[in-house]
């Protein structure tokens, strides 16, 4: 079974930085399209970063040039480094691992193992 545990989410003030990790057992994420998504109480879960199995990187356009998702293969981690954060980032994040390839990345159906999420919270 694949098991994905997220952390490094908190409380920052709005322009400040987060760093959000996901740790994967079960999948190696080097061969492995891995996503984040984000959901806000009230709101739809909705696409946030992608990074596919052969390393190109997908952003929404909402955080482009201000977060950036990497892996760590040698941890078999993904990584999303989250700069000029913004109180509409907030949210609870979660990490996805990919198992359709029918379906865009950007679609969160098309993921089949999630993690439980870190919450995200940027306030003054």
């Known amino acids: 079974q694949v098991q994905l545990v997220e952390s490094g989410g908190g409380l920052v003030q709005p322009g400040g930085s987060l760093r959000l990790s996901c740790a994967a057992s079960?999948?190696?994420?080097?061969?492995?399209?891995m996503g984040w998504f984000r959901q806000a109480p009230g709101k739809e879960r909705e696409f946030v970063a992608a990074i596919h199995w052969s390393g190109t990187s997908y952003y929404a356009s909402s955080v482009k040039g201000r977060f950036t998702i990497s892996r760590d293969n040698a941890k078999n981690t993904v990584l999303l480094q989250m700069n000029s954060l913004k109180p509409e980032d907030t949210a609870v994040y979660y990490c996805?691992?990919?198992?359709?390839?029918?379906?865009?990345?950007?679609?969160?159906?098309?993921?089949?193992?999630w993690g439980e999420g870190t919450q995200v919270t940027v306030s003054s």
């Open positions: 079960g999948r190696t994420v080097s061969t492995t399209t």
């Open positions: 996805a691992a990919k198992i359709s390839a029918d379906v865009p990345l950007v679609s969160a159906r098309g993921y089949g193992s």
